[in-house]
DNA sequence: AAATCGTGGGA
DNA sequence: TTCCCAAGATT
């Protein structure tokens, strides 16, 4: 079988590899939580934020004992916040049967909430440098291009080839260098858009390269569309405090976090004083005329575009379902939608 | 197993 | 502005 040519590929990443916050200090339980705030998230936004979450959440431990909203508000802003719901849960279950300490097994670290297989061979390699087959959506474009692999890559056919490459390639003392090394390649040198070949230390047994045929590979995922969404949320002042409602527990998206009243609507929809009045009668209110536009910001989220409109709303009633926050500090977790709405300059 | 979950940043 | 991407997991 064809063997990627490990010492090239190390000796390119000593002097290539970037010095981000979580190959400091290495520990199995800082690997794990870089692993975790990575998905799905950019090297420099996540940079940005590990140290804070670290020095709250040192230890398992301290992520265990913490209530759950201290754990969202240490990840607000970065999204999928399942992940750090999951990440506290795990924790949890490494403190009462693993004495606290991150187990150095693929398949039991398999099977913590929110690890899936590439973290679990992420954590193994990284943390404890034994071999895995740590295939991230760097890897996977690294590996398509080199073995010229035509199936996508999150098939099976394509799994399991590079699984088998990479454990046959791997040097038994150096599976973490090495794994990291592969994920920085493909961050740094063999990226999606450009890939710069001549600095490529795989290039010469890169079959994408050799057949000049790099941009083809992997091919690309089918575009999932976006749907325009308008959303409304209005501004009921009662002193120097706004009105905020909770999304319920068991909603699919946001679960539990706070936000300013409101709806998403379709593109376009009238918000007109009966627009208004159905949205404030849940909470108990009622508005008195039209409201009046503040602001309006853009937001996406996973398959929305929104488009955010602040209405200022006089209304009167007991509340009901809702709460009085200072929007200038607000104690709870906000959406970013709402934080956004609010954060732009003073209201 | 295709769809879904958030967000910031760069092109 | 708009689009696309970024160290995935879950159902």
């Known amino acids: 079988m064809k063997r990627l040519p490990a010492d090239q590929l190390l000796a390119w990443f000593a002097h290539a590899r970037r010095d981000l916050p979580w190959r400091q200090q290495r520990t199995p339980w800082r690997v794990w939580v870089a692993e975790i705030m990575l998905q799905q998230t950019t090297a420099l936004?996540?940079?940005?934020?590990f140290p804070e979450f670290m020095q709250r959440f040192a230890t398992p431990r301290a992520l265990a004992g913490a209530e759950e909203s201290a754990a969202l508000a240490a990840w607000a802003g970065?999204?999928?916040?399942?992940r750090v719901r999951s990440l506290q849960q795990a924790a949890r279950v490494v403190v009462r049967d693993h004495a606290g300490s991150v187990p150095r097994n693929e398949q039991i670290l398999r099977g913590l909430p929110g690890?899936?297989?590439?973290?679990?061979?992420?954590?193994?390699?990284?943390?404890?440098?034994?071999?895995a087959a740590v295939i991230d959506a760097n890897?996977?474009?690294?590996?398509?291009?080199?073995?010229g692999h035509e199936s996508p890559v999150n098939s099976q056919a394509f799994r399991s080839a590079a699984r088998e490459v990479l454990l046959h390639s791997v040097p038994a003392a150096q599976a973490r260098n090495?794994?990291?090394?592969?994920?920085?390649?493909?961050?740094?040198?063999?990226?999606?858009a450009a890939a710069d070949c001549a600095a490529c230390p795989l290039a010469r047994s890169c079959v994408a390269h050799s057949t000049q045929s790099v941009e083809r590979f992997p091919h690309p995922a089918p575009r999932k569309l976006s749907t325009a969404v308008d959303s409304l949320r209005l501004l009921v002042r009662r002193g120097r405090r706004v009105v905020m409602v909770q999304r319920p527990a068991d909603a699919a998206l946001l679960p539990g976090f706070w936000e300013l009243p409101g709806a998403w609507l379709p593109r376009g929809s009238a918000t007109d004083a009966a627009m208004l009045r159905t949205l404030l009668a849940p909470i108990g209110l009622k508005a008195a005329g039209e409201g009046r536009v503040l602001r309006q910001v853009s937001h996406s989220i996973t398959t929305h575009r929104l488009r955010c409109r602040l209405v200022e709303v006089d209304a009167r009633g007991r509340l009901r379902s809702?709460?009085?926050?200072?929007p200038t500090a607000p104690q709870r977790n906000l959406t970013t939608e709402s934080a956004k709405l609010l954060r732009v300059g003073a209201i």
């Not at 090495?178 to 999606?192: K, P, Q, V, W, Y």
């Not at 809702?322 to 200072?326: F, G, K, T, Y």
């Open 139 to 147: 890897v996977a474009r690294v590996m398509a291009r080199w073995l």
């Open 178 to 192: 090495f794994s990291e090394a592969l994920i920085e390649l493909g961050a740094l040198l063999c990226r999606a």
């Open 78 to 82: 970065l999204g999928y916040y399942r």
């Open 322 to 326: 809702a709460a009085l926050v200072d």
């Open 115 to 131: 690890i899936g297989d590439y973290t679990a061979a992420a954590i193994v390699a990284l943390a404890f440098n034994q071999p």
């Open 45 to 49: 936004v996540a940079s940005k934020r």
